[in-house]
């Protein structure tokens, strides 16, 4: 083990702007474990899910601790107090994604369920045989697929924007593909495979001027960059809790209010409805409409404090550290001749895609979890993105506020090491 | 358990870099692909039998060491064996990758049909021994097993595409 791994879990030196990364670890429980052979945890997945501070698992604990009962259904005083804290994360999902209204928040189970919830309401209701749905090469799959589902379901067709070969989207391509058939354009904020960061206030300004409906996945997005729906100036934005510290199962759609007021509902159920009789029911107001049955209460309490969270470390800082991080390890990983780096846009997140000659990824990703260095291996549920660069999977380190320059330097002498063994 | 050496062992590494039996058998009379999309491991293979006897087997493809090595090490030991016997020993290569254990009865005491006489051993794991290391990685043993279950497939004349994943 190099000495570098020993102190990871140790206090470390404050870092440039203050931001005191052994403090910000110190929040995170799970950091301090230890793997097999007493190896620390570098935990360097976070694209795929971010860890949890003790304010979010606390929230959950005291929730059902203290609190747990239905929401708005009760005059009982759990009842009150569940449904006051379920809304004022609503509340909070509102003021972090600069939202006018609370209503414009619908809480949902993940991005996924998101973008499936617009594809087949507004987009059931909307899009026409002829009509055209526009995306980009550099979609996670859960912006791909439920465009598919609605263009074979109402007979239009989905437009695919080029990327380039450093991963960024061929802007002048997705404005060619525009056309006054375009009903609606989907991209993401970030990629989840890349790293790209789209320009999407540029992007949604292409759109609208065919008249086209915008939306952007933010899955990747909200813990690292700050989001302003308005100054974005999007139809429809989504974001999953468990990546930016919160509970898995609960995540937000944002839509402006004209557009989730004329909507059709998307599950029938409780919660949705104002009133039921055999032969009609009326439909809740928005966002209840959109949120049959009982929700993921616990979830939506500990995606609240994790906003929380956020907002007390600052995006800025966040941003700051995690700008260091990717310079550092793609300097680092660069060093390397046998490491081939994908996704090497002028503007990205913390997130290093790359792959070793002549080393399947899932060899290098046992060879790195044997160093105690979580990354993701495979596709990364964007396998057009694979498909584009010619190969079948990538190695993904992807970094977060609480990682370290020593948990960079981990990687690339994992990475070392996967190069010796295969020799 | 306490290295990587055990699981990336050279003969691993050097069945990966030179797969033997690579190739293609013109005259096979069973052809069966295995494919892992999420991998990105795909593999065809091809059988000969004469008599009961596994006379000839190579595959083509590959992906990551331990599927490549699996396959490879797999059709050296199965070549010469009885159909029976070939089965046998994917089960006992099976409880190896899987528990860790090697049991010359393979998992499967008792619902052994397929596997012809269920209280016969299996032959020897010998190379695939080498293998052992997996059950310690249960998300690789997708990798280890794919070529066994496109041997099996083939052996039945099955058409459809084996999937481990």
Same mark, same amino acid.
């Given at each position: 083990?190099?000495?570098?791994?020993?102190?990871?879990?140790?206090?470390?030196?404050?870092?440039?702007?203050?931001?005191?990364?052994?403090?910000?670890?110190?929040?995170?429980?799970?950091?301090?474990?230890?793997?097999?052979?007493?190896?620390?945890?570098?935990?360097?997945?976070?694209?795929?899910?971010?860890?949890?501070?003790?304010?979010?698992?606390?929230?959950?604990?005291?929730?059902?601790?203290?609190?747990?009962?239905?929401?708005?259904?009760?005059?009982?005083?759990?009842?009150?107090?569940?449904?006051?804290?379920?809304?004022?994360?609503?509340?909070?999902?509102?003021?972090?994604?600069?939202?006018?209204?609370?209503?414009?928040?619908?809480?949902?189970?993940?991005?996924?369920?998101?973008?499936?919830?617009?594809?087949?309401?507004?987009?059931?209701?909307?899009?026409?045989?002829?009509?055209?749905?526009?995306?980009?090469?550099?979609?996670?799959?859960?912006?791909?697929?439920?465009?598919?589902?609605?263009?074979?379901?109402?007979?239009?067709?989905?437009?695919?924007?080029?990327?380039?070969?450093?991963?960024?989207?061929?802007?002048?391509?997705?404005?060619?593909?525009?056309?006054?058939?375009?009903?609606?354009?989907?991209?993401?904020?970030?990629?989840? &495979?890349?790293?790209?960061?789209? %320009?999407?206030?540029? =992007?949604?300004?292409? #759109? !609208?001027?065919?008249? @086209? *409906?915008?939306?952007?996945?933010?899955?990747?997005?909200?813990?690292?960059?700050?989001?302003?729906?308005?100054?974005?100036?999007?139809?429809?934005?989504?974001?999953?809790?468990?990546?930016?510290?919160?509970?898995?199962?609960?995540?937000?759609?944002?839509?402006?209010?004209?557009?989730?007021?004329?909507?059709?509902?998307?599950?029938?159920?409780?919660?949705?409805?104002?009133?039921?009789?055999?032969?009609?029911?009326?439909?809740?107001?928005?966002?209840?409409?959109?949120?049959?049955?009982?929700?993921?209460?616990?979830?939506?309490?500990?995606?609240?404090?994790?906003?929380?969270?956020?907002?007390?470390?600052?995006?800025?800082?966040?941003?700051?550290?995690?700008?260091?991080?990717?310079?550092?390890?793609? &300097?680092?990983?660069?060093?390397? %001749?046998?490491?081939? =780096?994908?996704?090497? #846009? !002028?503007?990205?997140? @913390? *997130?290093?895609?790359?792959?070793?000659?002549?080393?399947?990824?899932?060899?290098?990703?046992?060879?790195?979890?044997?160093?105690?260095?979580?990354?993701?291996?495979?596709?990364?549920?964007?396998?057009?993105?694979?498909?584009?660069?010619?190969?079948?999977?990538?190695?993904?380190?992807?970094?977060?506020?609480?990682?370290?320059?020593?948990?960079?330097?981990?990687?690339?002498?994992?990475?070392?090491?996967?190069?010796?063994?295969?020799? | 358990?306490?290295?990587?050496?055990?699981?990336?062992?050279?003969?691993?590494?050097?069945?990966?870099?030179?797969?033997?039996?690579?190739?293609?058998?013109?005259?096979?009379?069973?052809?069966?692909?295995?494919?892992?999309?999420?991998?990105?491991?795909?593999?065809?293979?091809?059988?000969?039998?004469?008599?009961?006897?596994?006379?000839?087997?190579?595959?083509?493809?590959?992906?990551?060491?331990?599927?490549?090595?699996?396959?490879?090490?797999?059709?050296?030991?199965?070549?010469?064996?009885?159909?029976?016997?070939?089965?046998?020993?994917?089960?006992?290569?099976?409880?190896?990758?899987?528990?860790?254990?090697?049991?010359?009865?393979?998992?499967?005491?008792?619902?052994?049909?397929?596997?012809?006489?269920?209280?016969?051993?299996?032959?020897?794991?010998?190379?695939?021994?080498?293998?052992?290391?997996?059950?310690?990685?249960?998300?690789?043993?997708?990798?280890?097993?794919?070529?066994?279950?496109?041997?099996?497939?083939?052996?039945?004349?099955?058409?459809?595409?084996?999937?481990?994943?």
């Amino acid at each position: 083990m190099s000495p570098s791994l020993t102190a990871l879990n140790q206090p470390q030196p404050r870092q440039a702007g203050g931001f005191d990364v052994a403090r910000i670890r110190a929040e995170f429980p799970i950091l301090t474990r230890l793997l097999a052979h007493g190896r620390p945890l570098v935990y360097l997945d976070n694209a795929a899910t971010s860890q949890k501070p003790q304010a979010v698992i606390e929230s959950v604990c005291g929730y059902y601790g203290c609190n747990n009962a239905n929401i708005h259904r009760g005059v009982h005083t759990l009842s009150v107090e569940a449904t006051q804290a379920y809304e004022a994360a609503r509340r909070k999902m509102q003021r972090f994604l600069g939202a006018e209204r609370p209503e414009e928040i619908v809480f949902v189970r993940s991005c996924t369920e998101a973008v499936n919830l617009v594809a087949q309401t507004w987009g059931r209701a909307n899009v026409r045989p002829g009509d055209e749905v526009l995306i980009t090469h550099m979609e996670h799959h859960s912006n791909i697929v439920p465009w598919q589902i609605l263009c074979e379901q109402n007979g239009a067709t989905l437009r695919v924007a080029p990327i380039d070969d450093s991963g960024e989207l061929r802007i002048d391509e997705f404005e060619r593909l525009l056309s006054d058939r375009t009903r609606i354009a989907a991209f993401t904020h970030v990629s989840n &495979a890349l790293g790209t960061v789209n %320009p999407v206030r540029e =992007l949604v300004e292409l #759109a !609208r001027k065919v008249g @086209a *409906v915008t939306l952007i996945d933010g899955a990747q997005a909200a813990p690292h960059l700050p989001i302003d729906v308005r100054g974005i100036g999007c139809d429809f934005y989504c974001v999953t809790g468990h990546k930016m510290f919160g509970p898995t199962g609960a995540g937000a759609l944002y839509g402006r209010y004209a557009l989730l007021d004329a909507m059709p509902p998307y599950q029938g159920g409780g919660e949705m409805i104002k009133s039921v009789t055999f032969e009609k029911t009326e439909y809740n107001a928005v966002p209840h409409k959109f949120e049959a049955g009982t929700p993921n209460i616990s979830g939506v309490v500990g995606l609240g404090a994790a906003i929380d969270y956020v907002e007390r470390v600052g995006l800025a800082a966040i941003g700051a550290h995690e700008r260091d991080l990717l310079e550092y390890a793609t &300097a680092q990983l660069s060093a390397i %001749p046998q490491v081939r =780096l994908y996704g090497v #846009a !002028r503007h990205k997140a @913390a *997130v290093v895609s790359f792959t070793i000659d002549g080393v399947h990824p899932h060899d290098a990703g046992t060879i790195l979890d044997q160093q105690g260095v979580a990354v993701r291996t495979g596709h990364h549920c964007a396998q057009p993105v694979m498909d584009r660069f010619g190969i079948p999977a990538t190695c993904r380190a992807s970094f977060a506020l609480y990682n370290t320059r020593e948990e960079v330097d981990a990687l690339v002498s994992g990475v070392r090491k996967v190069i010796e063994v295969f020799g | 358990m306490s290295d990587l050496g055990d699981l990336y062992q050279e003969l691993l590494l050097d069945h990966y870099r030179r797969p033997r039996n690579h190739g293609r058998i013109a005259d096979a009379d069973g052809v069966a692909d295995g494919n892992n999309p999420l991998c990105g491991d795909r593999v065809r293979v091809f059988v000969r039998v004469r008599d009961d006897i596994v006379q000839d087997v190579k595959f083509e493809g590959g992906g990551c060491a331990i599927s490549t090595a699996s396959a490879s090490i797999m059709t050296e030991a199965v070549k010469g064996q009885t159909i029976g016997d070939a089965r046998r020993l994917f089960k006992r290569f099976h409880k190896l990758v899987t528990e860790g254990i090697d049991d010359p009865r393979g998992p499967a005491h008792g619902t052994g049909e397929r596997a012809g006489d269920a209280s016969a051993e299996a032959p020897p794991l010998g190379k695939l021994e080498v293998f052992a290391g997996v059950g310690e990685y249960p998300a690789r043993v997708k990798c280890a097993t794919l070529a066994w279950h496109t041997l099996e497939a083939a052996l039945e004349h099955r058409t459809e595409t084996v999937t481990t994943e």
